[in-house]
T-cell receptor, first 115, second 113 residues
Framework: GAGVSQSPSNKVTEKGKDVELRCDPISGHTALYWYRQSLGQGLEFLIYFQGNSAPDKSGLPSDRFSAERTGGSVSTLTIQRTQQEDSAVYLC?????????????FGDGTRLSIL | QQQVKQSPQSLIVQKGGISIINCAYENTAFDYFPWYQQFPGKGPALLIAIRPDVSEKKEGRFTISFNKSAKQFSLHIMDSQPGDSATYFCAASKGNYGQNFVFGPGTRLSVLP
């Protein structure tokens, strides 16, 4: 499809395991964002990319969280040594460019459950 | 100063009624104010957006009212329908994204048939 695609849609894992979440942005969108949404809560900004670079990593909640983007397209959010408080929906969004207040287009998220 | 406040937290409206959700911000540098609609199990979707050089923008049954001096903006849903039942997020940003794109905490709207 033409929208932002995230995989997997659901992920259940045991505490202490590492997880990788994938985001395929809309083709041609240079800006990509990761958010975390806890149950019934708002959106918590994690990190954004302009092309392959991430100028702002201050939203990542701990050093267990990391993200990369390759080829200016697909991005992966990795959570190491997962904890129960990491359980949430992780949303990815993309926009045409970082400047000019372009609207963000969201994927449907990955629902992460840590047992 | 980066915070966007949103109220009410939840809202119940009868079919055909008017739904009103309010947001307030502090950072006068914000220059783009979008509203997002989110259905359960889906990501937020852009509904309507406004820039501070206009006081109102209307798209179908959805209207944004913007009060620059009060640093407030609101979403009005006219003739509310059960299909409008969703969570609505206001947001604000200034030029560059990243931490400068701030979302409100959301309003859960239920429209009764």
């Amino acid at each position: 499809g033409a929208g932002v695609s995230q995989s997997p849609s659901n992920k259940v894992t045991e505490k202490g395991k590492d997880v990788e979440l994938r985001c395929d942005p809309i083709s041609g969108h240079t800006a990509l964002y990761w958010y975390r949404q806890s149950l019934g809560q708002g959106l918590e900004f994690l990190i954004y990319f302009q092309g392959n670079s991430a100028p702002d990593k201050s939203g990542l909640p701990s050093d267990r969280f990391s993200a990369e983007r390759t080829g200016g397209s697909v991005s992966t959010l990795t959570i190491q040594r997962t904890q129960q408080e990491d359980s949430a929906v992780y949303l990815c969004a993309s926009s045409l460019e970082i400047h000019g207040n372009q609207p963000q287009h969201f994927g449907d998220g990955t629902r992460l459950s840590i047992l | 100063q980066q915070q966007v406040k949103q109220s009410p937290q939840s809202l119940i409206v009868q079919k055909g009624g008017i739904s009103i959700i309010n947001c307030a911000y502090e950072n006068t540098a914000f220059d783009y104010f979008p509203w997002y609609q989110q259905f359960p199990g889906k990501g937020p979707a852009l509904l309507i957006a406004i820039r501070p050089d206009v006081s109102e923008k209307k798209e179908g049954r959805f209207t944004i009212s913007f009060n620059k001096s009060a640093k407030q903006f609101s979403l009005h849903i006219m003739d509310s329908q059960p299909g409008d039942s969703a969570t609505y997020f206001c947001a604000a940003s200034k030029g560059n994204y990243g931490q400068n794109f701030v979302f409100g905490p959301g309003t859960r709207l239920s429209v009764l048939p």
